[in-house]
């Protein structure tokens, strides 16, 4: 199993490109599934949760072209409108193909994600949502079972605000009869970009970004070309990992638009931010002092603080001057990585849903282990300021999430190296 070795205390330095996002392109692709003519996407990022999504998308019947960042899903083929448990298991964003399988076939046989290492995270109100619109949906031996013959338009509400179960929804929504409302939608970016997608392909969607999405379904949708956004993610950890080591960074192919909180928080942190903009360009640069302000966190479902930059706060916060207080409100168990970055050094209490991180001078190289995605994140930041060698184990996390990371890193000067 692939591991990371990293010899801290290099200043991140330079330029790199941000990719597009991850959590934007698995519901687009997903999207393919509603209609029989082709779409073509760009700046998909060759990620493994793409790959797995890829994967599940052929098995049902979607041919799959992909030239690099460009991919083409023809979904004419559609005939087995099943995710099984071996592919959902690996990659909860399965869940994704439940509302497209629904309105194209009427019929859809999706697994139960089950829970993951950050905490429950049920579907239920993904089944609440289409069941509203009339579909027959029963949970059997582990798989949400789910028949209609057309899907109605409803008034949804969801009993929280969710990324999945809007977009889920919302693309349902788009071939059921009449209009769909869904309030207290999730707002963010990665649902406007996907419903952007959605227009392009004939769907009639308003409210998008919003907490009040209205959609009027129609028969049919054709083929549409749509560039994935960038990561908003991926460029808040850039940030994060240059705000840690005093660099100084310039970050391209994505926008600081989709940032406010993040660049707020490194701001008050001590961090000169500011973005260089055209009308076909953007790039955010950043420069640290020699050592940051603690910063305390709440996440949110957006606007506010986003849950996915929570570990990679705490990193920075571990070397910060001061005590910052970090609340995760979004997932019960998202706190993994605080043992790990104490094996560094790190002083970090827990409470509930409470850390609090109290700077030291100095974290110590050591092997530490990756729990999930974001966790990883927060680990390399760690290990990027950390005295001597950092092994980070466990490192496949990564591999879903930050495309070419080592070779980004590298380019920034960092000294990161891959090891089996
Ligand atoms: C998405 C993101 C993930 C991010 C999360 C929160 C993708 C592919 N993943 O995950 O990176 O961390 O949003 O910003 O976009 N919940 C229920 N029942 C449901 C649905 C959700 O109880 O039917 C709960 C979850 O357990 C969680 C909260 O609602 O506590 C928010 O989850 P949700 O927004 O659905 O997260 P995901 O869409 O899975």
């Known amino acids: 199993m692939d591991k990371l070795l990293i010899e801290g205390g290099h200043r991140l330095q330079g330029e790199a490109r941000m990719s597009g996002a991850k959590n934007a392109a698995l519901p687009i692709l997903c999207a393919a599934l509603l209609s029989r003519e082709p779409l073509t996407l760009t700046n998909v990022p060759q990620l493994n949760d793409i790959g797995t999504m890829l994967k599940l998308l052929s098995q ?3 041919a799959v072209q992909q030239d690099g960042s460009t991919v083409t899903l023809d ?4 005939n087995n409108p099943v995710a099984p ?3 959902v298991k690996t990659m909860r964003a399965s869940i994704l193909v439940l509302g497209p399988l629904v ?6 046989r999706v697994s139960l994600p089950g829970g993951c290492a950050i905490g429950a995270r049920p579907v239920d109100q993904h089944i609440k949502g289409l069941a509203s619109m009339g579909a027959d949906v029963s949970v059997e031996h582990g798989y949400v079972v789910a028949r209609t013959t057309r899907l109605r338009g409803a008034r949804l509400f969801t009993d929280m605000v969710t990324v999945t179960g809007t977009e889920n929804l919302m693309m349902a929504a788009t071939l059921a009869e009449g209009e769909t409302v869904i309030e207290n939608a999730a707002r963010e970016p990665e649902i406007v970009d996907l419903a952007n997608c959605l227009v392009s392909m004939g769907a009639r969607i308003s409210g998008a970004g919003s907490d009040v999405i209205r959609i009027q379904g ?18 808040g950890t850039y940030l994060c990992a240059a705000a840690a080591t005093g660099g100084e960074i310039r970050l391209t192919g994505t926008s600081a ?9 490194l701001m008050d942190a001590g961090c000169d931010i500011r973005t260089e903009k055209s009308p076909s360009f953007e790039a955010i640069v950043l420069r640290a002092p020699e050592r940051l302000k603690a910063v305390s966190i709440r996440t949110s479902p957006y606007p506010a603080f986003p849950t996915d930059m929570q570990a990679q706060f705490m990193a920075i916060n571990t070397v910060a001057d001061g005590t910052a ?3 995760e409100t979004i997932f019960e168990n998202r706190f993994m990585h605080a043992v790990e970055l104490a094996r560094l050094g790190a002083d970090i209490r827990i409470d509930g849903n409470t850390a609090v991180v109290q700077g030291v001078a100095q974290l110590d190289g050591a092997t530490v282990m990756a729990t999930d995605l974001r966790a990883s994140a927060g680990l390399i930041i760690a290990g990027l300021v950390a005295n001597g060698e950092t092994l980070i184990e466990r490192i496949y996390h990564l591999d879903r999430g930050y495309e070419h990371i080592e ?7 960092a000294t990161v190296r891959r090891v089996s």
């Open 60 to 62: 049902m019947g979607v």
């Open 75 to 78: 979904a004419s083929g559609l």
């Open 85 to 87: 448990y071996e592919m």
């Open 103 to 108: 309105a194209r076939c009427g019929e859809a």
């Open 218 to 235: 129609v028969d049919r949708l054709h083929g549409a070309t749509h560039r994935i956004m960038p990561d908003r993610i991926e460029t």
């Open 257 to 265: 638009a989709y940032l406010d909180a993040v660049v707020d928080k």
């Open 325 to 327: 207080v970090i609340r």
């Open 407 to 413: 070779q980004k890193l590298t380019a920034l000067g």
